[in-house]
């Protein structure tokens, strides 16, 4: 055999050539078609991917196969026919190269999505690190998409892959999703598949497709700004953030209270008596209307009066929460400082520093985006020092510590993640078109203020992904608000109230959906109620009914069915009553401690006793001679005492009105 010599010259050019040929495209899966998977049983299954454009590509699940040929831009998408219930099981992908996924189960897939309160994570929730430590089933799967805002649809997300249910991949998973799969995983024994895509504080019409958006006038000017832009939300990020820093940089924009060769304004020396006050604990966007939107940095300060006993010893310094991060001074000495909305904020002083008489809290606090300030509970706002426990909550000096005239303006204020179509294009747009048995939800507390709006903004959210997936009856179940924000002794209407009617009124008028009431889950003083478990149970109990055709089981409180007014008394009709109606003693006690409101023609609501005759409550108030209207549990946090015996509460409500 002859052996062709080449010149040595000629090597250099022969590799770059080599290098330079078009490389063949090996075949590749979405990040949510992997190993661990569950597939959506009794349905046909769709998979799809990228190979090299015209190449031909195979499937093969258990006895089915298939094969598609990728189109010019790559991608191929095929059918495979529907599996019934199992595994584990092996999935092969073959072209010009060959992918095996393993340990593959059929069973129920479930869409887990919304706002802080579905992110809330199982470590994290009620008996968060017992619950975790239990969290092993092998046939249940977690898929966490990862946070992306994208002004486009994108064919594939940021990361994430399924993960079996392990206290290790439990933790940091969304405590809701994770207790509502548990129980249908125990319910049918059937695998169970959990994807969740959920991000804290925002709002809905992120999560809705701008060719959905565009049908509600409420939006067709911000969706057509965001198809007009060519940078990405990172490039106008980081623009911003290069803006912000030259301001920063500027005389208007630097910390006032820490400037080189001035008292620092956490020196008690420094006299405060020009500076006005706020009520904390609480949002400053919620407590000063000067403050309403401000970003930035606001130094608070309050006096600390101590026995002569005091003096000496060490002190715990308890702050509630601060959005989003602060330093904090004791007597002008820097004794801690913390990052991050949510943290409890808890610091030693030094002995030295505790004096007898006046002592100086100061807390520096910046903002970055949202709410800002010390909020939380009144009794996590205190000192304590030998025995004694000084509360904390109430007035506060405060003063800004920038001139917020000359900040540059954000033109992504409420954040990326809050442009509208951002999040459906970013984190539901690359799930599509996974088969799904059905959709969880729980979002509204950041269109709390917009209640009239959600009334057709939810809805078409709803139709929007039913149509993306191709399931015009895909089952969608929603959490109601849970309690929170104190409310007025005297019966008065508030957002929250008016959200959660809307959200009623989508139950009832958008087929295939089903509502979990959760009022009488929440804390008056958290926006984050811990009790996420009886969360998912309830939408365990609404997906059996709906999903799973359990058409006996009763799955939710009562409801109304109609209201007659009599001479000097109200009759409520309910449905779904169950066993029975239960009221709770506080809904029996009186005048001013009920849940309930009747009015007259005058629409003048004055608290009303409650009294249950069969499916029906027949409600009376002193001075309400001809009542004609209802309210039931109606503000921020009014007590939930309606249920039927099956333990499920009413839903608030209001009629006549």
């Known amino acids: 055999m002859l052996l062709r010599r080449f010149s040595p010259l000629l090597i250099p050019s022969l590799l770059l050539a080599l290098l330079t040929l078009p490389a063949r495209a090996a075949v590749r899966l979405p990040r949510l078609v992997g190993s661990h998977m569950v597939l959506q049983r009794n ?154 895509a959920d991000w804290g504080g925002t709002v809905a019409e992120a999560w809705v497709s701008a060719e959905a958006l565009q049908q509600l006038p409420d939006f067709r000017a911000s969706v057509a700004a965001l198809q007009q832009q060519s940078s990405s939300f990172a490039e106008q990020e980081a623009a911003y953030a290069a803006r912000l820093n030259a301001w920063q940089q500027s005389p208007a924009g630097q910390d006032q209270g ?24 609480g949002y400053w966007e919620n407590l000063v209307p000067a403050l309403h939107d401000l970003d930035g940095i606001v130094w608070l300060r309050r006096d600390l009066t101590l026995p002569a006993t005091a003096a000496g010893q060490p002190l715990t310094l308890t702050l509630a929460k601060v959005d989003d991060q602060d330093s904090t001074f004791f007597n002008g000495v820097a004794i801690g400082g913390t990052r991050g909305y949510d943290q409890l904020r808890r610091y030693t002083v030094p002995a030295e520093l505790v004096r007898a008489g006046r002592n100086v809290v100061a807390v520096r606090v910046t903002d970055n985006g949202g709410g800002g300030g010390l909020w939380g509970q009144p009794a996590d706002m205190s000192a304590v020092v030998g025995g004694l426990t000084v509360p904390l909550a109430g007035a506060w000096h405060y003063r800004l510590a920038q001139d917020p005239a000359t900040r540059p303006p954000n033109p992504l204020a409420g954040g990326p993640n809050n442009a509208p179509t951002a999040l459906f294009n970013g984190m539901i747009a690359p799930l599509l078109p996974y088969a799904l048995k059905g959709i969880i939800w729980y979002q509204g507390e950041s269109n709390a203020d917009r209640a009239t709006q959600y009334r057709t903004l939810f809805p078409a959210l709803i139709q929007d992904w039913r149509q993306r997936w191709q399931q015009p009856a895909l089952p969608f179940l929603f959490v109601q608000l849970a309690a929170y924000q104190p409310d007025p002794p005297e019966p008065a209407t508030s957002a929250w109230a008016e959200l959660r009617e809307a959200q009623r009124y989508v139950s009832r008028t958008v087929p295939r959906t089903a509502m979990a009431v959760a009022l009488d889950l929440g804390n008056v003083n958290d926006i984050h109620p811990l009790n996420k478990l009886d969360v998912g149970r309830r939408l365990a109990l609404a997906a059996r009914r709906l999903a799973y055709g359990e058409t006996t089981l009763v799955a939710s409180g009562p409801t109304v069915a109609g209201v007659t007014p009599g001479r000097g008394s109200l009759t409520v009709r309910f449905d779904n009553v169950g066993g029975g109606l239960v009221l709770k003693p506080a809904a029996v006690a009186g005048a001013g401690r009920s849940s309930f409101a009747i009015a007259g023609p005058d629409r003048r609501f004055v608290w009303a006793t409650a009294e249950v005759q069969g499916s029906a409550l027949v409600l009376r108030a002193a001075g309400v001679p001809n009542p004609v209207a209802v309210r039931y549990a109606w503000g921020n946090s009014r007590s939930a005492t309606l249920y039927n015996k099956q333990g499920l509460p009413a839903p608030p409500f209001r009629a006549g009105e």
């Open 258 to 281: 820490l400037l080189p060769g001035r008292p620092s304004w956490a020196d008690p020396a420094l006299s405060t008596t020009d500076w006005p006050t706020m009520p904390l604990p």
């Open 43 to 196: 349905v046909p299954l769709p998979l799809w991917g990228w190979a090299e454009p015209g190449e031909v590509v195979r499937v093969a699940f258990r006895a089915a196969q298939a094969h598609a040929t990728a189109g010019p831009d790559g991608r191929w998408q095929l059918t495979l026919p529907a599996q019934a219930p199992g595994g584990p099981f092996e999935l092969t992908v073959q072209a010009s190269n060959t992918l095996r996924l393993t340990d593959v189960l059929v069973g129920d897939v479930w869409l887990a999505s919304g706002q802080s309160n579905m992110e809330w994570t199982l470590l994290r929730a009620a008996n968060g690190p017992a619950e975790t430590a239990a969290a092993r089933f092998p046939n249940l799967r977690l898929f966490a998409v990862p946070n992306r805002p994208e002004l486009r649809p994108q064919a594939e997300l940021a990361g994430g892959e399924w993960q079996p249910c392990t206290p290790e991949s439990a933790a940091e998973f969304s405590a809701v999703a994770y207790y509502f799969g548990r129980d249908l995983l125990r319910r049918y024994n059937v695998p169970v598949g959990l994807i969740a």
